[in-house]
């Protein structure tokens, strides 16, 4: 089977029980699929993330329903593309929720389409499950049933700052987002944590993630003396022309940020592959090479990857590893509790140190964020192989 960037799994003829009028009416509930809504942006300026992860969710969902599926129930993915437009992410809650009555929502997989669909998922009382950073999408008294399964931004950010000042010993630091939920909250967030560990922030702006033009900015941070850019947005064009406007310039400053900055979109944007060299992106430590080699269960994972055929050059390991937690996580969860609302969250509740390709997630009643803060690490993106990269100088075994 080969997975490539536009594949959408939408649920299978294959895969659906063939109902008769003979049939009484609990064979037909035993036999029907489970659904599950889910809302990728597999199309649009940040879909770089959401077309990864599309490729280990449906390899997960697929070796499910080829085992036999959820105690002889296949799982059946509704899904719709947000098209990394929060509006169409909101307008396709109501249809997944309230008449395709899906047992769970796993997305959206933006921060911004998840930042508008969020309250209206925990309106409906829909457990979801989703892998964006912005902190304030998980907050357990609003959104009970709402489990995230990835670090926060907070996290993020912590990580990113660190490598900048306590590793490579920079102090002076220009920060650019582009305009997205994401984008805004991510800069807004880690300007004063950069200033609390002893940054100076010379430059800081929001951008328009389609500004073909971005030597004005580039200018204004060179003047004011930023010794590192900080870049936070999912938009692979944006990233790649900070990288070609930088290396244009001959200005030989790091570049350290958001992981898209080591996408293979991103790296097919660059006007020359040099102006890949000092860059570093967010990356975690179980998909990443230390010492030259991944951990044995993502090696393995990259193998069966291969022999699947799922397209690397255009994605991240990291992507398609949480994708396929994810689906595991969610089939895992069906088959232990069946699919009420409160036996999902009663059993979500009690996940402790699930080990997955991608990360370990534990969820208690009072928390819903589950990641490991040491496994939030930076990344050489120019040592990018079958998705994955070299941890960045500096970081020790």
Request: proline share 6%.
């Amino acid at each position: 089977m080969s997975i490539k960037r536009r594949t959408v799994l939408t649920g299978s003829a294959a895969g659906m029980v063939s109902l008769t009028s003979g049939l009484a009416a609990p064979a037909i509930a035993q036999n029907e699929p489970i659904r599950i809504g889910y809302l990728p942006a597999l199309t649009g300026p940040s879909s770089s993330t959401g077309v990864g992860i599309n490729r280990g969710v449906q390899l997960g969902v697929e070796e499910i329903n080829n085992s036999g599926g959820i105690k002889g129930r296949k799982i059946e993915l509704i899904t719709r593309d947000t098209q990394s437009d929060p509006t169409k992410a909101v307008n396709a809650v109501a249809e997944l929720t309230q008449r395709q009555k899906v047992a769970t929502i796993f997305g959206p997989v933006n921060s911004g389409e998840a930042l508008a669909a969020t309250p209206l998922i925990a309106r409906d009382k829909v457990p979801m499950l989703h892998p964006c950073w912005v902190d304030e999408l998980i907050d357990v008294k609003k959104y009970p049933m709402a489990y995230r399964i990835a670090p926060t931004n907070t996290q993020i950010g912590k990580g990113a700052n660190n490598y900048v000042v306590n590793v490579l010993k920079l102090k002076k630091v220009a920060v650019i987002s582009d305009t997205t939920g994401y984008g805004t909250a991510s800069a807004n967030t880690y300007v004063p944590m950069l200033k609390a560990i002893g940054a100076e922030v010379v430059y800081t702006n929001h951008v328009d993630a389609a500004n073909p033009d971005l030597k004005p900015e580039l200018l204004r941070m060179q003047s004011a003396g930023a010794q590192v850019i900080m870049p936070w947005s999912v938009n692979a064009g944006f990233l790649s022309r900070i990288c070609n406007t930088r290396g244009a310039m001959g200005w030989d400053v790091p570049i350290v940020g958001q992981t898209t900055l080591g996408s293979g979109q991103t790296k097919a944007l660059l006007e020359k592959p040099e102006y890949w060299n000092k860059v570093y992106s967010n990356n975690f430590r179980q998909v990443c090479y230390i010492n030259g080699k991944l951990l044995p269960k993502a090696e393995e994972f990259v193998d069966r990857l291969k022999k699947a055929k799922i397209e690397f050059s255009d994605t991240l390991l990291w992507w398609v590893a949480l994708g396929w937690d994810s689906a595991l996580l969610m089939g895992d969860t069906f088959k232990a509790v069946g699919t009420k609302n409160d036996d999902i969250v009663g059993y979500m509740n009690k996940i402790k140190d699930r080990p997955g390709i991608y990360g370990t997630v534990t969820w208690t009643p009072e928390q819903h964020n589950g990641f490991p803060d040491n496994e939030v690490v930076m990344c050489e993106v120019n040592s990018l192989k079958d998705g994955a990269f070299n941890v960045a100088p500096g970081y020790s075994s």
